[in-house]
Structures are given as C-alpha cells and as structure tokens.
C-alpha cells in the first residue's frame, strides 16, 4: 500500500456533519503538507498533493481546523482553486484559514447556498454585518458569496467567482466599489438587471458571462471609466471604445472600435450586426453565445482565437470586406454554420479555424471571379 493510499483510508470522511439534515454528497479533496504541520486543502486535478481525503458532507459543511493524519494532527491554513463545489444549504469556514485562492468555490448553477459564515475569530477573513458571505479583511475582497449574500458599503473588490452560480434575480452594487473581478456573476442564470456605479475604475473579463435572463445594463453617468453610451445595455471602456459586456437586449454603438475578450459570452442574442468602426473582434468574444447570424460592416480587420468557439446555434457569417486574420479555433465547434464569404483581404486562417463545422459551405469571392481557388 502507497503512503498516498493509506493516508486515503486513515483521513476518510472527517468532514461529515452530525447534523445529518438530508442527502449527503461525497468527494475527494487532495491535501498538501504545508510547513510547521499546516494542510492547504485543493483540488488533485489541479495541483500535485500528498494524499487525497474521502468527503462526506451534509446540508451543513464546516471546513475544519484540523485534522489527523497517520496519529498526528495537522492545521488547516490555505484552500486551494477549485477545491469545493457550492452545493451545500451553508458553508463555515474555521479561524485556521489563513488563505484562500480565487475560485476556491466553484459554481453549481442556481446554488441552493443560502448561508456563509466565517468565523469570528479568523484574522483574515470575516462576515461582517451578517453579509452571508467569505471577505478577504484586508483588502476589503468579497470572495465567495451565496443567494441570500449582500454586499455592503465596505466592499471594495467583487473578487472571480464570488457569485457564480447564485440564483439572484437582481444586485446592488454599492458605490464603495472600484473593482469586478472577472467571472464575477458567471452563470447567475436568475439575474436581471445590473447597474454599474461611479466608483468602478476596473472590470475583468466578462463578470456577466451565461447569464441568460439579464436584459439591462446600466453605467452611471458619473462614471470617467465605463459607460452604457446611447442607451446600448453593455459596458463599454470610455477610453479604448472597448465593448466588454453585453446582455440580450445589446446594441453595438457605432462609436465601439473592438469588441472585448468574452463580451458577448453566453450571450441568447440571435443576430447581430457589427458597425464599421469595429477593427477587432476578441479572443472568446461570442463563446458558446445563442448567435445565428453575424454581419460585419467594413472595418473588422481581425478575428481573435476562440471568438466564436462552441456557437452551436450559427449558420450565416457574412465577414468584413477588410478582413486580413482569422486566428486559430475561430469558428471550432460551430456545428450548424453553412454560410461563409472569405473576402479578397484575407490572408491568415488559424489552426483548426473552422474544425468541426459540420455543415459548412465556402463562397469564396475568387470563385465568384472564375479563379480556381
């Protein structure tokens, strides 16, 4: 028998809660030893570990402040990315924990998670004002949040992940904050309405991706960084012309020059048309969105890896007469497209471009000329 298997058997089932309320779930998290017998707690997928411990947890799930491996007791300090799964009625998180990662908890969409609480004593996290959720103390960080979380006046950074997957049909953004934190709201299936404050002056990569109900978008007017310009539903960057976020009901302003990594991700628009100001189009700009038809008007010079990846639902294209790059896995996995112009311009397309585009047509422009193209 490995030490990796035996420490397997002797570390079994310490999360299980007396509180047997109602179904249990079961898994396995890895563990590594950390220095002065401290555990970091992860994801085995993720990162190399020492041993993996066999979960069973109830409605309730406390995350330890120790626990005994081969006789000895060992502090848990740090969870690692990736390493639970919200699908627990609460969560609590010990004073031992010192340090958790980005995306420590991931999403099961529509999260039955109702409460989060840290301890009191933890020096490096807490809950304050009964918020229901994780907050990194120091930087003022919302980690991890839950359907029933608020995020109060003293919250400066919305961090990844923190919402994703929460069931919420409509948040309050206090304008305390500065910055959203990529995948932010990702999945949050429920949600509405989002209005963006002044005090925002960052914005990751799409915060909103998969969010399918979400049907208006708002950006004060006081803000000198973002803006929802003539009334577009997105977030666009003042100072680029950059679109970084789209919902249902987005129209592309004419002023926009490129369209952001993962702006219109998810998105259940059908159609789109993309204005003449627009040069580039993002890497995972419309990934696994509901498009059908794509117009380009004449500026689109470039079209990023992955921009249209997993669009399962488009079939018509019609690209930009100024196209010069389509760049690798483009339009992968965009099983129903059967329509496509390639325009004199273009001189690069990318490795497997087009892989898997089942029902795909090429109208080259050469044909139409007599060449043998």
Known sequence: MTKKEQVKIEAGNLFQNSSRKSMSTKCDVGFSFLEEQNLRLCNDWVESVDGVLKITYFDDFIVPETIPINGENYRVTEIGECTFIKSMESIYISESIAKIDDYAFTCTPNSPTTRVQVSENNKYYDSRDDCNAIIETKTNKLICACNNSVITDSINVIGANSFEGCAMENIVIPN??????????????????????????????????????????????????????????????????????????????????????????????????????????????????????????????????????????????????????????????????????????????????????????????????????
């Open 176 to 373: 305390a904050v500065v910055e959203i934190e990529g995948d932010a709201f990702r999945l949050c299936k429920c949600l509405k309405n989002i209005t963006i404050p002044a005090s925002v002056e960052r914005i990751g990569i799409n915060p909103f991706a998969f969010c399918p109900s979400l049907s208006s978008i708002t950006v004060s007017k006081d803000n000198m960084h973002f803006d929802s310009r003539n009334d577009c539903n997105a977030i666009i960057e003042t100072r680029s012309n950059t679109l970084l976020v789209s919902c249902v009901n987005t129209i592309i302003p004419n002023t926009v020059e490129e369209i952001g990594e993962g702006a219109f991700e998810g998105n259940k628009k059908e159609s789109i048309i993309i204005p003449s100001n627009v040069r580039r189009i993002g890497e995972n700009a419309f990934r696994g969105s509901w498009i059908k038809t794509i117009m380009m008007e004449e500026s689109v010079s470039q079209i990023k890896s992955c921009a249209f990846i997993d669009c399962g639902m488009l079939e018509k294209v019609i690209l930009s007469r100024k196209l010069e790059r389509i760049e690798s896995q483009a339009f992968e996995l965009c099983v129903r497209l059967r329509i496509i112009d390639f325009p004199d311009s273009l001189q690069y397309i990318g490795f497997r471009a087009f892989a898997s585009c089942k029902s795909f047509e090429i109208s080259l422009y050469q044909k139409q000329k007599g060449s043998s193209a």
